[in-house]
Structures are given as structure tokens and as C-alpha cells.
């Protein structure tokens, strides 16, 4: 058992050692070409020769980037053309002084001097040493390297001993841009200085208490808040063999539009200094102006006006270590070698696999195109993650593969033709013998199919005339007007006799079945040996089943043996045998998807092999035997429509009530005569002719059409639509419209219908019953309060019968205040005047006291004689009605100082005020009041009879509810008539 365990397990290593062997066989140019390619593109990429390839990508890739927002925490004071000319140059030491001095009063974090100031350049030099001296966030520039761009040059003598200096050196490229930046370098005495920019950033980021730390010595790695920096290597990322003398990074810098705020040195010379501009900022000093030279190429740079100036690289610089310590703003990353040779090498791959493939070339470039837009994506993606990733080596090194491989293989296609060829020259003449044994059998059977071809185009030739003539029977009888004119008996004639001819058959039949499809019934059989048409033979559903289920089953039945067929077998003894019939068809004749019957056709004789050509033609005969019968339900139909519209004409033209259609947008398309009559037209074609838009010609408000479509549109339908119409003499009636939508089978709009009644009597009528039913609702509103006539009106039963007890309406209230007022010397004027003037007297004065009484919201209750009565707090009770009545009493006095009468002489009132509980209600019969009962009301009428002439006087109730509000006088205590001793007050005035 070990053993065969053992031969299997080496049988199918040797089967994977096979299938491993032939696979590294079948892709041997991906293997080789990939490795060898990326070794050939590495090896060139040392050389330096595609630094500038790749400077350009990096360059590209930084005008692609979108902008970033500006950095409000660097701003930088410009020195520009405009400043100089202004100012002057060299900038004096007085005037930088001054600056400087402004500058400070901001509170700035850190302050650059971008200016060498090793030499003074009078006046100020000892304000300038002060200042200097005095500014401890201030740092001061040297150069410290002598190279192409110019000498070394000293700091000035106090910020040096301040230990106050950063270096002003940049690193450029061999194409004269400026890509990567010092963070630090060395000085000839071997002392480590930094930037500019990195000093400012580390000056201000120490303030928000973040500091530089040492992670790796050895690396120099350095951690800075959220950043970690690492000085490059020689050949990172596009470089080969870069000189790396000092800390030099990636440049990361802003977009030069607007990357920093700024402000001229003029501005910050006379004091024009936004308030938070600078505080807590870095500010930098330093020239812009173009004339001074102090400008550079960076990657944004793409004509030679597009440079940089020095300040901003240092502002950029200072910018990209805070963004990176606070914001976490990358830096400029890239990879190891091992790992830029693995890119490489995938991409080599790609391009191998490319290569390795037999499809057309074309294909080969458009799948080498994707592949190089992806790899130049995939590094513009990684760029703006902080990556620069090599992009020309891998580039090179995926289309080199790519046609090393594809030469490859077109040379390998070569070499098989080759082979190919020699093999077939070597074969040839074995297989031209082949060959042409093969075509002398061919030309044998080429002789036997041309035979056989000529056999069947005779008979082709003998079904077209067939057709031909089958056809011209057709189109004869499409044109024939017996067809369409109704007459059925006439047009199934002329299809069985067309049948019989065409077909040369011996009898042709149309049968239709009854309404109840229980029977058939022979409308017509031609049989053309006797020239003769029959009719009226019946075949029933009872008598033959099997024949009926077949003919349910199938829209044809072709039967070339009749006799033996199971579908006929039933007619056998009764019609088939006696008639010596032997084939038939019969063809459904269908009308709506219903069959009507069949066409039948019969061959006696010889069996009959009918061709699919004759069944069709049996077919087109049916279907014109259903024109036929829909011909004749047609013209019943038409004979229907036409009695009907007779019948709605007459409707139409001798209805009373006016009938219409209208279009949407206001036309009429029909109307009767009694529309036109209605609107005073002579005739619907006089309406026609002059009305063109209803809306506006013929509603008086045009706004009733809209709500007419409105309705319809929302309900289908309106009923009793009311409106004002004009006539045509201009005259305007009431009408009433009933009127519907009538819409096409889609639901779209086609008309509205409906009729008109004229309602302008009733609408009279109507009018004339509002108009006295207003008059009488204002006659019992002057009797009576509104809310109890209202219930009076809903009181008919006790009107109608009152033979009862309880009053028609009572009603008790715990708290109102009751007023009387009352003529002084009234019997003495009324003896003076006659009784026309008395009446008119009295008239005026109530009249004066009603309006008084309507606008204080109170109920006034009668009039008796000359007291007048009145009363707040009822029929609709209200917390204020002891002041309404003050109200009233004090504007009754006041108007009656001012009242005479006819002859000159003044009036005066007594008013009595009582506040307590009464019963108010409506009692009797006829001619009703609406009155009240209770001692609140008796003393009212006490308080004014036992008052003084021009006077008010209150009970104690009502002086407790009102003493606060108005000035009262302390009548004392007075004898009452069936109270005894009260005390009373006079009502004076309001406090």
C-alpha cells in the first residue's frame, strides 16, 4: 500500500512539474522580458539622463493640484516697484527702523528680515542697532555658501551676536528651478544654521508648544508636532545621484496665486496697518520688486516672467513645516530604490503581457495607452497624498517590453509561415490529385443537381403562374364593389364562384353559424359542372360533434382523404360516399376575433394533395368573405346611426332648454335653437358668427368660464353651474348649466356638452324674497338683541302655540347693570310745545342716546315716556359692564350740556345706575320686547327718580365695582321708597 501511495505521489509531482515547465515555456517572454527591461531602464535612470522627464511630471503635477486656501499665518510685507519709487533705494536704516518699530506694535509671533544689513546705509543706523537690539522674535538673513548665485555675505554685526540669523541659500536643479529647499546647513566653521523659513516656523510653533525632537540620530530624523522629516537622498524620487550637502526636503509650496496675505512697506511705514493683520503672525520682510532680481523658477514656472520671489520661498518654506506640524499637511514623500524597482518592474510586466499576445497591433497601442494613463493616474493620485513617484522609467520600461515582446512574436509568426509554407510546397501535388478526384465527383453531382434544379423551376415556374393567377383572382375580387355594398348573398356568390374557377374544384361553400353557435348554415354552394348556387342546408352541433370540436380547434383543415379521415368520418355514409367526395378545406372565416363560420372547398374523384399556395389562397378567400359580412353589419349599422340621428335632431332642434358644445378655449361647435333664443340670437349661425370666445363675450364675469373648466376638470362634471350672462342686445340674464367632459379613449379632452336653462325669473324672484326677508331681519334687530331674535326665530313652536306656562325665552343673570335716565320737567315742557315738536324732541334725544348706547356695546331695553332704559352685561355677559354704563352715564351729561331745544331752552336728566341680578326674557304673544325683572332693576329706576337734575347717582353695588376707576362724591344716606335708608354717591368723572 505504500508503495502505490508513493507512485501516485511522484506521478502527480511529474504531472505539476509538467504543467509548471510549460507554463514558464508558454510565457517565457514575460518572465524575461520584464526583469531584463526594468534592469536596462534602472541602469539608464542612474545615468541622470531622465532627471528632466521627471522634473517636468513633477512640475506638471503641481500646476494640476488644485489651490490650496491662502495661510492667513504668514504675511509678508512687499518691497515692490511702487514702494521703491517712493521710498527710495537702498531702503535707509531710518526708514526700515520705522517699519520695523510699526511692525512691533502689532504683536507679531516672529518678523524676517529678508534684506542683507551687514553695511549701514545712512540715516538711523543707531535706531535700526536699537531696534535690533531690542526685538528678540527678529531674524536677520546672511548667505552663507558661496555658489553660482552669488557670494557669501555676513550677517549684520548685532543680530549675529544675538544669535538672531537664519541663512538665505537655496538649492537649484540643473534646469535652474528651485524643487527642494535647506531646512539647515553647515557654515565654514562647521556650525549648524538654519533658513530662514525653518527658523521662522520653529520660532512660531514653539509658541503654540511644539519643538523640535530628535528620533534618529543616525537617519537625522526629526519630529516637529504632527510631522516627521527626513532629509533626501540622492536618488529620491526623479533625482539620480543628487548632491545632498546640507538638510534639503521635497518644496511643497502653494499655488503662487494668492498663497499669503500681504502688505506694501509703505503702508507699514505710515501706520496703515490692519488691526489683526499681523498679530500672532509671521511676518517677512523682503524684496518683490522685479528690478532688484531677487526672483526664481519653481514648478509653477512656465514662462519666464512666472518666477518666485525670494521672500515667498521663504514664506513657502516657513508655511509648509507649520501646515505639516499643525495641519498635518504632507510632505513630499518618496520611495526607497528597492521599491521604485519593484514599480518598475509591475509596469514592465504589464507591458510584457501586452506584448505577449496575438492581437492586431492597433489593439496592442489602445491597451498600451490605458495602461500609461492609468500609471500616470495612479501617480498623480499618490502626489496628492504628499508621494512623488517615478513615472518616466516605468513608463519606458512598460512600452519597451511591449515592443520587444510584440517584435518577438511577430517574429515567431514569421518563422511558422515559413515553416508552414515549405510544408505546403512539399504537399501540394499530393493534394492537387485529391483534388481533382474531388472535382470530378463534384461535377458528377453538379450534373445530378442541375437536373433536379430544372425539375423544380418548371414547377416553380407552374406554381408562380398559379399565384399569378390566384392573385389577379384576389385583387379582382378587392375591387369588386359587391364586396362593400352590403349585399351579402350577392358578394359570397362571387367568392364561391371565384373558389370553384380559380382552383378547378368541384364544389365551393360558405356556411355561417347561427347566433348561438349550435349550427351552421349553407348561405351559398357553387358547383360550377352545373353552373348552379344553392343554399340552406343546416349541420348541427348535436348531429355532429367531432366535426364542430375540430372546427373549434383549428383555423385550417386540410384533408386530403376525407373518407378515412377521423375529423369526416361522421358525413361518410350521409354525404362524403353518396357524393363521391374525396379532399376538402375548410378555412375558418373570423370577424373580430370571433368565428363566423367557414369557406369550404371539395374535390370528388381522385384524393387531392392541396399545396400550401391553394390553402393560402382558400385563406385570402375567407378573409374577403369577412369583409363581406362586415360590409353588411356595417350598412345595418349605418341605417341605425342614421334613424338615431334623425331622432336627436329632432330632439335637438324642438328642445325648450338650450343645447351645446363648446372647445376648451371657447368655441361653440354645435348649439340648438333654443340656446341661440335664449341669448337673443336669431339663429345658432347668427350665435356662431358672433360669439368667439365665451369667457369674455358672453359671461359678465369672465372668471365664472375658468371656474366652469375648474369643476369639470375636478369632477367630471357640473350641475346647476350659475352665472350672469349678456344677450345680444346687451341685456343680462340668469342662466343654469348641466354640462360634462367627453374625451377620447386615451383620456384626452375633446368637447364639453350640456344644456342651458334660463332662471333669470326665478333668480328675480329670489332677489325680491332676500331683499324683504332683510328688511324684516332688520325691523325685529331694532325690536330685539341679535342673539335673542336669533333663538326667537328657532322658537317657532312656542310662537305658533303659546298656550302654555313658561315664557319663550327667560333667562337669569347673576351680575349686570341697569341704567335709567329720565327728562327733568318734562310735564312742564310738554304743555309748552306741540305735540309734533314734542315727539320730534324726544326723538333727537333718544336718537343722541341710541348711538351713545351702540358705541359702548350695550343693550338698550325701552323707552317709557321720556325714561330711557338701558343695561351692560346682557344678552352676552361681560366682565366691564358697570364701566360701559359709567361711560354712557358721563357721555350722556356731557351731550346733553350741549342739547336746547327748538326754542333755545336747555334739558336736563336724572340718571339712576344699579348693579345686581335680573331675570331678562321675552314673554307674551304679540308685538314682543325683550324686558327685565328683579330689584336690581327697581332700585335703577329709585336711583334716578330720587336723583338730581344734571346728576348720576350709584348704589353702594355698583360705587364698590367702579371706585377705583372714576371720582365718586358721598351723596350720604337717603330714604328710599320701599328700601328705606341707602347710602348713595354721585358719579363725577373718570380719575
Known amino acids: 500500500m505504500l508503495g502505490s501511495l508513493y507512485t501516485i505521489t511522484v506521478d502527480i509531482a511529474r504531472m505539476w512539474a509538467k504543467q509548471i515547465r510549460q507554463r514558464l515555456w508558454q510565457w517565457r517572454g514575460i518572465w524575461i522580458t520584464a526583469p531584463a527591461m526594468t534592469l536596462a531602464v534602472v541602469v539608464f535612470r542612474l545615468t541622470g539622463a531622465l532627471q528632466l522627464l521627471e522634473w517636468a511630471t513633477l512640475d506638471q503635477f503641481f500646476r494640476l493640484r488644485p489651490a490650496e486656501p491662502t495661510d ?16 527710495g533705494w537702498p531702503i535707509t536704516d531710518a526708514l526700515l527702523a520705522k517699519a520695523l518699530t510699526n511692525l512691533k506694535q502689532h504683536q507679531p509671533r516672529a518678523i524676517g528680515l529678508d534684506l542683507y544689513r551687514e553695511l549701514p546705509i545712512a540715516p538711523g543706523r543707531e535706531q535700526l542697532i536699537q531696534i535690533f537690539e531690542s526685538t528678540p522674535n527678529l531674524i536677520g538673513i546672511s548667505k552663507v555658501v558661496s555658489n553660482p548665485l552669488g557670494s557669501s555675505v555676513p550677517p549684520p554685526t548685532t543680530l549675529e551676536k544675538l544669535g538672531q540669523v537664519a541663512a538665505n541659500d537655496f538649492v537649484l536643479d540643473g534646469d535652474g528651478k528651485l524643487r527642494r529647499v535647506l531646512v539647515s546647513l553647515k557654515d565654514s566653521r562647521n556650525k549648524t544654521i538654519t533658513t530662514l523659513g525653518s527658523r521662522l516656523a520653529i520660532m512660531y510653533l514653539k509658541a503654540e508648544g511644539i519643538e523640535v525632537k530628535v528620533l534618529d540620530a543616525k537617519r537625522r530624523q526629526l519630529q516637529l508636532g504632527k510631522a516627521m522629516f527626513q532629509p533626501m537622498q540622492e536618488q529620491d524620487g526623479g533625482y539620480a545621484n543628487m548632491e545632498i550637502g546640507g538638510y534639503q526636503i521635497l518644496a511643497n509650496f502653494r499655488h503662487p496665486i494668492h498663497p499669503f496675505p500681504s502688505i506694501s512697506l509703505t503702508d507699514v511705514v505710515n501706520g496703515k496697518i490692519p488691526a489683526d493683520l499681523l498679530r500672532d503672525k509671521v511676518v517677512l520682510i523682503g524684496i518683490t520688486a522685479e528690478s532688484l532680481g531677487d526672483y526664481f523658477y519653481t514648478s509653477y514656472s512656465t514662462m519666464p516672467s512666472d518666477r518666485s520671489a525670494g521672500v515667498s520661498i521663504h514664506a ?15 510632505l513630499l514623500w518618496s520611495w526607497t530604490e528597492p521599491v521604485e524597482w519593484l514599480w518598475i518592474l509591475g509596469w514592465a510586466l504589464v507591458g510584457a503581457r501586452l506584448g505577449w499576445t496575438l492581437k492586431p497591433p492597433r ?12 500609471l500616470v493616474a495612479i501617480a498623480y493620485l499618490l502626489f496628492l497624498q504628499g508621494g512623488w513617484i517615478v513615472v518616466v522609467p516605468p513608463v519606458l520600461a512598460m512600452m519597451g517590453a511591449t515592443v520587444v515582446n510584440k517584435a518577438y512574436i511577430l517574429w515567431e509568426n514569421l518563422n511558422d509561415s515559413f515553416r508552414s509554407l515549405e510544408e505546403y510546397s512539399r504537399t501540394l501535388e499530393q493534394r492537387v490529385e485529391v483534388r481533382t478526384l474531388e472535382l470530378s465527383q463534384k461535377n458528377s453531382q453538379l450534373y445530378q ?67 348561438l353557435k349550435t349550427k351552421l348554415c349553407c348561405h351559398d354552394l357553387f358547383e360550377p359542372s352545373d353552373d348552379y348556387h344553392s343554399r340552406g342546408m343546416i349541420l348541427t352541433v348535436a348531429d355532429h360533434p367531432a366535426y364542430f ?24 355514409h350521409s354525404y362524403l360516399a353518396p357524393l363521391g367526395i374525396t379532399s376538402l378545406i375548410n378555412i375558418s372565416i373570423q370577424l373580430g376575433g370571433q368565428n363566423m363560420g367557414i369557406l ?8 387531392r394533395q392541396w399545396t400550401i399556395e391553394e390553402q393560402n389562397f382558400a385563406g385570402s378567400l375567407a378573409d374577403l368573405t369577412s369583409l363581406a359580412i362586415e360590409a353588411q353589419a356595417r350598412l345595418r349599422a349605418e341605417k341605425a346611426l342614421q334613424e338615431a340621428e334623425e331622432k336627436y335632431r329632432s330632439i335637438f332642434e324642438n328642445a325648450v332648454e338650450g343645447i351645446f358644445q363648446t372647445t376648451f378655449d371657447g368655441h361653440y361647435l354645435s348649439a340648438n335653437p333654443a340656446l341661440a333664443r335664449i341669448y337673443g340670437y336669431d339663429s345658432p349661425l347668427d350665435l356662431f358668427s358672433r360669439l368667439h370666445n365665451i369667457a369674455q363675450q358672453l359671461y359678465v364675469d369672465p372668471q365664472r368660464r375658468a371656474e366652469f373648466i375648474r369643476l369639470i376638470q375636478i369632477q367630471g362634471e357640473v350641475s346647476v353651474f350659475e352665472s350672469q350672462v349678456y344677450r345680444k342686445d346687451g341685456s343680462v340674464i340668469w342662466i343654469s348649466e348641466n354640462a360634462r367632459a367627453v374625451r377620447d379613449e386615451r383620456g384626452g379632452l375633446l368637447y364639453y356638452e350640456g344644456i342651458v336653462q ?89 336718537l343722541m342716546f341710541d348711538d351713545l348706547c351702540e358705541k359702548h356695546g350695550l343693550e338698550k331695553i325701552k323707552t317709557i315716556g321720556d325714561a330711557y332704559m338701558v343695561v351692560g352685561g346682557l344678552p352676552q355677559p361681560r366682565p366691564d359692564h358697570a364701566a360701559a354704563i359709567a361711560e354712557m352715564a358721563l357721555d350722556m351729561q356731557a351731550e346733553m350740556k350741549q342739547f336746547k331745544t327748538y326754542e333755545g331752552q336747555p334739558i336736563a336728566v336724572r340718571v339712576g345706575i344699579n348693579t345686581g341680578a335680573v331675570v331678562a326674557g321675552v314673554i307674551g304673544k304679540k308685538k314682543f320686547i325683550y324686558d327685565l325683572w328683579g330689584d336690581a332693576v ?27 376707576q372714576y371720582r365718586f362724591e358721598e351723596r350720604g344716606s337717603i330714604q328710599v321708597k320701599g328700601r328705606g335708608e341707602m347710602q348713595t354717591y354721585f358719579l363725577l368723572d373718570r380719575r
Not at 369550404?600 to 384524393?607: D, F, H, I, S
Open 600 to 607: 369550404c372547398l371539395e374535390q370528388m374523384g381522385e384524393p
Open 72 to 87: 492667513s499665518r504668514i504675511v509678508l510685507v512687499d518691497i515692490s516697484e511702487a514702494d521703491i519709487a517712493q521710498q
Open 316 to 330: 513657502n518654506v516657513a508655511s509648509q513645516m507649520i501646515s505639516a506640524a499643525l495641519d498635518d499637511r504632507p
Open 938 to 964: 327697581n332700585m335703577a329706576s329709585r336711583m334716578e327718580s330720587h336723583g338730581i337734575a344734571g346728576g348720576i347717582q350709584v348704589t353702594e353695588s355698583t360705587y364698590q365695582l367702579l371706585k377705583d
Open 758 to 846: 334660463d332662471i333669470t325669473a326665478r333668480k328675480q324672484a329670489e332677489i325680491a324674497l332676500r331683499i324683504e326677508q332683510e328688511k324684516s331681519e332688520r325691523l325685529l334687530l331694532n325690536i330685539l338683541p341679535g342673539a335673542i331674535a336669533e333663538r326667537l326665530k328657532q322658537s317657532e313652536d312656542l310662537i305658533e302655540h303659546p298656550a302654555h306656562s313658561r315664557a319663550l325665552i327667560a333667562d337669569s343673570f347673576e351680575s349686570v347693570t341697569v341704567l335709567f335716565a329720565d327728562i327733568v320737567n318734562f310735564t312742564t315742557l310738554s304743555a309748552n310745545i306741540s305735540p309734533a315738536n314734542l315727539v320730534g324732541l324726544l326723538n333727537r334725544i333718544f
Open 449 to 515: 443537381e442541375i437536373q433536379e434544379r430544372q425539375r423544380a423551376e418548371a414547377a416553380l415556374r407552374q406554381s408562380e403562374l398559379q399565384l399569378r393567377n390566384q392573385n389577379t383572382v384576389l385583387m379582382s375580387l378587392s375591387r369588386n364593389k359587391a364586396l362593400y355594398r352590403g349585399d351579402l348573398t350577392i358578394a359570397l356568390r362571387e367568392i364561391t364562384q371565384a373558389a370553384a374557377y380559380t382552383l378547378g374544384i368541384d364544389r365551393a361553400s360558405i356556411w355561417l353559424y347561427d347566433e
Open 549 to 572: 370540436q375540430a372546427l373549434a380547434e383549428n383555423w385550417v383543415i386540410c384533408i386530403n382523404d376525407a373518407q378515412a379521415d377521423q375529423k369526416t368520418r361522421e358525413f361518410y
Open 363 to 374: 489593439w496592442t497601442i489602445i491597451n498600451l495607452l490605458v495602461a500609461n494613463s492609468a
